[in-house]
């Protein structure tokens, strides 16, 4: 019979993967931290979220202000470099990033895209001729090998410091590491204001690491903060955080990092997510699907989105 011909085949055991997992700072490891099981159900399960706005704003705003970088570097049109983009440039660059992202079916009602439109325009007038002519690079990519895993995150800009601006090659330590946030500043007792500086203290050990030198400071911009009425004319006082690098704050946060890895590795290895041990934002819970059986969001009550009608 034909199984006979399978007497003496002997299969080895599966030996464990060496491969080691890839832990990006803000998809991995701060989305764990906001909310352990929202991150269960969307980051491992891949289960596909009803709401996308968050992401159609989060990924429009970076990828437009990289193309008004790239405008300004003359890396577009060599003829423009130099030059700031206009709002005209603004809603071409606007458009074309909208159209790849409904391609993806990741889209968001109008007054989302007119609030998104807005501020990305001020921002350009009002932070464009004095940071663009200091970017070095932008959406730099960083990693390291942690042992057991790869820690990998993507800063937004690169940027000689003011003092340092007309300085090819400037120090690495005269340096800022800019990220770029969608949201209003959160207060100083939100869990997202730790979250941030933690990311940056993370991103900051990256480029040292790279580089053998701590960057000067870290720039955290609320793009938000430029939406009120009138236009602002100078940088809103909320509209940045400024973080400052030493290295046993780096340290720690880089402890962090690893201890919030095992987290997640005992988490899988369990196959079980449970409710964070510290209650998410208001926000956070708004834009959850899971909210709906969920003890840490009883608190904000059961009820459909308030965030984007």
């Given at each position: 019979?034909?199984?006979?011909?399978?007497?003496?085949?002997?299969?080895?055991?599966?030996?464990?993967?060496?491969?080691?997992?890839?832990?990006?700072?803000?998809?991995?490891?701060?989305?764990?931290?906001?909310?352990?099981?929202?991150?269960?159900?969307?980051?491992?399960?891949?289960?596909?979220?009803?709401?996308?706005?968050?992401?159609?704003?989060?990924?429009?705003?970076?990828?437009?202000?990289?193309?008004?970088?790239?405008?300004?570097?003359?890396l577009l049109d060599p003829s423009l470099r130099g030059q700031i983009p206009t709002d005209n440039d603004i809603d071409d660059y606007f458009t074309e990033v909208e159209n790849g992202l409904r391609a993806r079916r990741i889209n968001a009602v109008q007054?989302?895209?007119?609030?998104?439109?807005?501020?990305?325009?001020?921002?350009?007038?009002?932070?464009?001729?004095?940071?663009?002519?200091?970017?070095?690079?932008?959406?730099?990519?960083?990693?390291?090998?942690?042992?057991?895993?790869?820690?990998?995150?993507?800063?937004?800009?690169?940027?000689?410091?003011?003092?340092?601006?007309?300085?090819?090659?400037?120090?690495?330590?005269?340096?800022?590491?800019?990220?770029?946030?969608?949201?209003?500043?959160?207060?100083?007792?939100?869990?997202?204001?730790?979250?941030?500086?933690?990311?940056?203290?993370?991103?900051?050990?990256?480029?040292?690491?790279?580089?053998?030198?701590?960057?000067?400071?870290?720039?955290?911009?609320?793009?938000?903060?430029?939406?009120?009425?009138?236009?602002?004319?100078?940088r809103p006082i909320n509209a940045t955080l400024e973080v400052s690098f030493e290295l046993a704050q780096v340290q720690r946060a880089m402890e962090e990092f690893g201890s919030t890895v095992a987290d997640i590795e005992r988490c899988r290895l369990l196959?079980?997510?449970?409710?964070?041990?510290?209650?998410?934002?208001?926000?956070?819970?708004?834009?959850?699907?899971?909210?709906?059986?969920?003890?840490?969001?009883?608190?904000?009550?059961?009820?459909?989105?308030?965030?984007?009608?």
């Open positions: 019979m034909t199984w006979q011909h399978y007497n003496g085949i002997r299969v080895p055991h599966r030996t464990a993967s060496s491969v080691k997992r890839r832990y990006s700072v803000t998809s991995h490891i701060l989305a764990y931290r906001r909310c352990s099981r929202q991150y269960g159900f969307f980051g491992e399960r891949k289960y596909e979220p009803a709401l996308v706005v968050q992401m159609f704003y989060g990924t429009i705003v970076h990828q437009v202000l990289d193309l008004a970088h790239a405008h300004y570097a003359g007054n989302v895209k007119e609030h998104a439109r807005k501020v990305l325009k001020r921002f350009n007038s009002l932070e464009g001729p004095i940071l663009y002519p200091r970017v070095v690079d932008t959406e730099c990519r960083l990693q390291a090998d942690r042992g057991n895993y790869i820690l990998h995150g993507n800063v937004d800009v690169l940027a000689r410091t003011e003092a340092a601006a007309q300085i090819q090659t400037p120090d690495p330590s005269n340096m800022e590491l800019w990220d770029y946030k969608g949201t209003r500043k959160p207060s100083i007792t939100s869990p997202d204001f730790n979250n941030y500086r933690f990311q940056m203290l993370v991103y900051a050990e990256l480029y040292r690491m790279k580089t053998g030198s701590l960057p000067e400071a870290g720039v955290l911009y609320f793009l938000s903060e430029l939406s009120d009425d009138p236009s602002p004319t100078a196959r079980q997510w449970p409710d964070p041990n510290a209650a998410p934002t208001e926000e956070t819970c708004d834009a959850c699907d899971a909210r709906w059986n969920c003890q840490a969001a009883i608190r904000f009550g059961r009820r459909y989105n308030m965030l984007y009608p």
